[in-house]
């Protein structure tokens, strides 16, 4: 099969490169450290830079026929309370939704054509409840959740599968950055374990620990006066 990973560089993407390059597919992968990248194809880009994403997007399926598009690259600022400089809140909501759009402008029509595809996208457990020291990462996160329901519908006569993917902590060089106790912290290769298996199975939506998304979820649909008073809790508590 023929597929692209954006944020290919480190943590999940690169994890499922290397994975995906064992199994003998063909690897198109994407990120701005592009010497870090072992693909068949290897291009340099920051999502972010929408004009230069669409042009290889196009220059890719110019020759080749995409099977699966995993929508990875993301990133996020240091937590806190501060209310973020417009700049940051940006390039957050930019690189982790925006530049989604821009990666499927031309290949959601060949899928189209096709009648066959697979699109993955990698949410977050953060896009079920809004932590006010995430405030980019977490409304991105939700953005993507959105997204991804109302793709997965209007795609569906087309045999094209959208696949979400809402994990928890794990392993990565994003979470390294954290100063704060991470509930039911997962290890790269656990949680690319659980991603792999759901895109091969063609989960809808898959968001993972057990545990932590129930929780996650439970917390999501209660009262805003509790709801807020819980994140309130927990914010003080990893100050």
Known sequence: MNIIITGASSGI???????????????FLIARRVEKLKGDYNFECDVSDFNKLRNIIK????????????????????HSTEFMKFEDFKNTIDINFISIHALL???????????????VLISSLAGFVASPTSLAYSASKRAINSYAEALRNQL?????KVINIQPGFIESEMTA???????????LEDGVDK??????????????????ANAVKFLSI??????????????????
């Open 59 to 78: 220059d890719i399926i110019s020759n080749h026929q995409i099977d699966i598009v995993i929508a990875n690259a993301g990133i996020s600022y240091p």
């Open 156 to 160: 569906d006569s087309y045999n094209i």
């Open 13 to 27: 993407g690169a994890e499922l490169a290397k994975r995906y390059k064992k199994q003998g597919h063909t690897l």
């Open 105 to 119: 402008e031309n290949i959601v029509p060949q899928m189209k054509q096709n009648k066959k595809g697979k699109i």
């Open 195 to 212: 991603i792999e298996k759901a895109i091969a199975k063609n989960k809808k939506e898959y968001a993972f620990p057990f545990i932590f």
């Open 222 to 239: 209660l009262p805003n006066n509790i709801k807020d008073f819980v994140l309130k809790t927990w914010i003080s508590n990893k100050n």
């Open 177 to 187: 950055k954290n100063r704060f106790k991470m509930p039911f912290f997962m290890s």
